[in-house]
């Protein structure tokens, strides 16, 4: 049987990389897509590479914390829901202006807030349904850098955790959490930055294709709570063994490691207008690098 699936940030990082193996997907039926972003410019593109996959795509750009927007993507008869829309400011606080604040949370809080009681109105009308809200590791541990941000992160963990006792009883709707640790997506280019530095992807960032599959599997087989990779995993059972200590090195660990040593001017990113082109890799894993760096020596040698 053929299921719907709508992504939500489908333009970009995370999203994109997630639109792409939802269209490579054929075991599981994963053959209709309703990608939504700001960009109708950024969607048109990913969209074509989902079609060159063999998917049938409906391209719905939206912003997620318009009501109206939001409630005429729940016109469409959806399976499985992933909703990964995120902002990002970086500065202590009270660096940022208050209107990215207001952004923020209209964007994160609010308008993952919207999608998710959208989504389980589509999924109790057809009696089955799953939501994956991408959440973050950041929904646990503190980030003193981006301290906004991993607020956010709290908000929708919370939300999450409540909606799954919500539906405990109903065999057939499921909501999962997944919480990334660090990926290399343009999340980090795209932020508001107040740090007088540039951002980066924390090392070791994992690629974008990693928490796609791992949201893909959550689409198979439903899980609570799902992270991906070593450095996620430690985490957690480091958390679970010594929470206060753990709290403690991650969050000087991410805020040392979040930005480089170039400088950077204040500015509000795509917060408020979004960019007219979108990428799955922000260009920050080291493995990447070294790539590059092999590619340079292979013309220089010739």
């Given at each position: 049987m053929s299921r719907t699936v709508l992504i939500t940030g489908a333009s970009s990082g995370i999203g994109r990389a997630t639109a792409l193996a939802f269209a490579a997907e054929r075991t599981h039926g994963a053959t209709r897509l309703i990608l939504v972003s700001r960009s109708a410019e950024a969607l048109a593109d990913v969209a074509r590479e989902c079609r060159d996959r063999g998917a049938d795509v409906l391209v719905a750009p939206a912003d997620i914390t318009d009501p109206d927007a939001v409630g005429t993507l729940a016109e469409h008869r959806i399976d499985v829901w992933v909703e990964a829309v995120a902002v990002g400011v970086a500065g202590p606080l009270g660096s940022e202006p208050v209107a990215e604040l207001r952004r923020l949370v209209e964007v994160n809080v609010f308008g993952t807030a919207l999608c998710a009681r959208a989504a389980m109105g589509v999924f109790r009308r057809q009696e089955h349904g799953t939501l994956i809200i991408v959440g973050s590791l950041l929904s646990l541990f503190p980030n003193p850098m981006i301290p906004l941000y991993s607020m956010s992160?709290?908000?929708?963990?919370?939300?999450?955790?409540?909606?799954?006792?919500?539906?405990?009883?109903?065999?057939?709707?499921?909501?999962?959490?997944?919480?990334?640790?660090?990926?290399?997506?343009?999340?980090?280019?795209?932020?508001?930055?107040?740090?007088?530095?540039?951002?980066?992807?924390?090392?070791?960032?994992?690629?974008?294709?990693?928490?796609?599959?791992?949201?893909?599997?959550?689409?198979?087989?439903?899980?609570?709570?799902?992270?991906?990779?070593?450095?996620?995993?430690?985490?957690?059972?480091?958390?679970?063994?010594?929470?206060?200590?753990?709290?403690?090195?991650?969050?000087?660990?991410?805020?040392?490691?979040?930005?480089?040593?170039?400088?950077?001017?204040?500015?509000?990113?795509?917060?408020?207008?979004?960019?007219s082109s979108g990428a799955v890799h922000g260009g920050h894993r080291r493995g990447r690098l070294r790539r590059r760096f092999g590619q340079w020596l292979g013309r220089a040698g010739t």
């Amino acid at each position: 049987m053929s299921r719907t699936v709508l992504i939500t940030g489908a333009s970009s990082g995370i999203g994109r990389a997630t639109a792409l193996a939802f269209a490579a997907e054929r075991t599981h039926g994963a053959t209709r897509l309703i990608l939504v972003s700001r960009s109708a410019e950024a969607l048109a593109d990913v969209a074509r590479e989902c079609r060159d996959r063999g998917a049938d795509v409906l391209v719905a750009p939206a912003d997620i914390t318009d009501p109206d927007a939001v409630g005429t993507l729940a016109e469409h008869r959806i399976d499985v829901w992933v909703e990964a829309v995120a902002v990002g400011v970086a500065g202590p606080l009270g660096s940022e202006p208050v209107a990215e604040l207001r952004r923020l949370v209209e964007v994160n809080v609010f308008g993952t807030a919207l999608c998710a009681r959208a989504a389980m109105g589509v999924f109790r009308r057809q009696e089955h349904g799953t939501l994956i809200i991408v959440g973050s590791l950041l929904s646990l541990f503190p980030n003193p850098m981006i301290p906004l941000y991993s607020m956010s992160k709290f908000a929708i963990r919370g939300l999450a955790l409540n909606l799954q006792q919500e539906v405990a009883r109903h065999r057939r709707i499921k909501v999962c959490l997944v919480l990334p640790g660090p990926v290399d997506t343009p999340f980090f280019v795209r932020a508001a930055n107040h740090t007088g530095r540039r951002l980066r992807a924390i090392p070791p960032a994992y690629a974008p294709e990693r928490l796609a599959a791992t949201i893909v599997g959550c689409a198979r087989r439903p899980r609570r709570q799902v992270t991906t990779g070593v450095v996620g995993h430690l985490a957690l059972v480091a958390h679970r063994i010594a929470p206060h200590a753990t709290e403690t090195a991650v969050a000087w660990w991410s805020a040392t490691l979040l930005t480089g040593p170039q400088p950077a001017a204040s500015g509000p990113g795509a917060l408020f207008e979004p960019p007219s082109s979108g990428a799955v890799h922000g260009g920050h894993r080291r493995g990447r690098l070294r790539r590059r760096f092999g590619q340079w020596l292979g013309r220089a040698g010739t």
